[in-house]
């Protein structure tokens, strides 16, 4: 799943991001190697972490904010928590859920992707930049 998103060139990234609940899922080495290819592909990601689980950033330093990763973070307002990751790119949404239930899927459809990029803006605007 997380490969269709580097079938992609050039594009921007929003993502809401569980640290905590998603590091556990994806192998952090899987996740080095994700983000390095995709920087390299110049595909830009904004995300979004709960305020309680930016203490994870200490243990998983590949999740920096370097310029070179191409990634702005924000935190979360602290009354927005959540287990559950998407992203949205393009047409497509995907959902990675923590390792309690342990699924994940895309969905392509155009109304579904703007409806979600509409909300996650407003997330975005109502975070704080990530010290």
């Known amino acids: 799943?997380?490969?269709?998103?580097?079938?992609?060139r050039d594009i921007t990234v929003r993502a809401f991001w569980p640290i905590k609940k998603n590091v556990g899922v994806i192998i952090p080495r899987i996740l080095i190697n994700f983000h390095k290819e995709r920087a390299e592909r110049n595909i830009s990601l904004r995300v979004i972490w709960p305020a309680t689980?930016?203490?994870?950033l200490k243990e998983n330093d590949f999740l920096s904010g370097s310029s070179n990763l191409k990634r702005e973070a924000r935190v979360a307002p602290k009354n927005v928590?959540?287990?559950l990751g998407y992203s949205i790119y393009k047409n497509t949404v995907r959902y990675i859920s923590s390792s309690n239930e342990n699924f994940g899927f895309l969905v392509e459809s155009r109304e579904l992707a703007e409806m979600m990029k509409t909300q996650y803006d407003f997330l975005w605007e109502n975070s704080k930049p990530l010290k």
Not at 2 to 7: A, E, Q, S
Not at 53 to 56: D, E, L, M, R, V
């Open 1 to 8: 799943m997380m490969k269709d998103l580097l079938l992609y």
């Open 81 to 83: 928590d959540f287990s």
């Open 53 to 56: 689980q930016i203490s994870a």
